[in-house]
């Protein structure tokens, strides 16, 4: 009769059993650090709604401004760094049930982007009441009708030119 345990097979099998041990001992380190890394993320700082509105309002403001300078570059600027907002606010908001809403400003900011597109001051002001139209009808929407947006009647931008200068 032949033994099926043989000493070569014997070492193997221990090997076997022992690298299954260490595979479950770097499972718990990983899940360790998995764990730890999930509890940092989930304490990092996340900019609310109200900060990322506030961001938007200052944009906004911006965008009248050098639309009202005819800076289309600088407009340009200031109508896709609203674009980045919304889209932010879209990643970072899921909570938030006014997020559902924001689809509603798209038309006016591709409106205005093409009338910044075609330097058309006509296009760029109706727009951009259409636009700030759009914010209020929004915040009508989702009960924040309190906070009423306008079109600026004065640069609170002291430290900023929106005039084209030509710089050399």
């Not at 990322?52 to 200031?78: P, R, Y």
């Not at 727009?127 to 915040?139: A, W």
Request: hydrophobic share 35%; aromatic share 10%; proline share 4%.
């Amino acid at each position: 009769m032949k033994h099926f345990f043989t000493p070569g097979l014997f070492i193997v099998l221990l090997v076997y059993l022992y690298s299954c041990q260490s595979g479950n001992n770097n499972e718990k380190r990983l899940q360790l650090r998995l764990d730890s890394v999930e509890s940092k993320l989930a304490a990092t700082y996340k900019p609310g709604l109200g900060e990322f509105m506030s961001s938007v309002q200052t944009h906004h403001a911006k965008l009248w401004l050098a639309g009202e300078a005819k800076n289309w570059e600088l407009a340009d600027f200031e109508i896709k760094e609203i674009k980045e907002i919304m889209d932010d606010i879209t990643q970072y908001c899921t909570d938030r049930p006014e997020v559902k809403s924001l689809p509603m400003i798209n038309i006016p900011i591709d409106s205005i982007g093409k009338a910044i597109g075609d330097k058309n001051e006509t296009a760029f002001k109706s727009n951009f009441i259409l636009l700030t139209q759009t914010c209020n009808n929004c915040h009508q929407l989702v009960h924040f009708s309190f906070n009423r947006v306008k079109i600026p009647d004065h640069s609170s931008f002291s430290n900023q030119d929106f005039t084209l200068h030509d710089i050399k």
